[in-house]
Nanobody
Framework: QVQLVESGGGLVQPGGSLRLSCAAS????????IAWFRQGPGKEREGVAC????????YYLHSVKDRFIISPDWTKNTVFLDMTSLKPEDTAVYYC????????????????WGQGIQVTVSS
């Protein structure tokens, strides 16, 4: 079965940390750019970060720079998003997607999307 599956979400207090995982099955991440998007309550989906399989180049949304790190384990067909110093405004459903675009762009066609995972930052 060809799919992307996110894991690692949950409830965390402000200032806390979470690690999200995006695991691909049924296809290889070779030559893909893997992106993380998020959609907060009442907001449009926005690109948060992405990483290229060809050269490990990365992109970060300005509001998450220095707090989030995207990293791969290409041998396990998995990409991680380490989120630190979390803020209530980071609350959203987080999605990973496989495409070919830097920076991530919701208007472009992505080959695969995960089902999304909830991250809630609240005291």
């Amino acid at each position: 079965q060809v799919q992307l599956v996110e894991s690692g979400g949950g409830l965390v207090q402000p200032g806390g940390s979470l690690r999200l995982s995006c695991a691909a099955s049924g296809f290889s991440l070779d030559y893909y750019v893997i992106a993380w998007f998020r959609q907060g309550p009442g907001k449009e989906r926005e690109g948060v970060a992405c990483i290229s399989n060809t050269d490990d180049s990365t992109y970060y949304l300005h509001s998450v720079k220095d707090r989030f790190i995207i990293s791969p384990d290409w041998t396990k067909n998995t990409v991680f998003l380490d989120m630190t110093s979390l803020k209530p405004e980071d609350t959203a459903v987080y999605y990973c997607a496989a495409g070919h675009f830097i920076p991530p762009d919701i208007r472009r066609d992505y080959d695969y999307w995960g089902q999304g995972i909830q991250v809630t930052v609240s005291s």
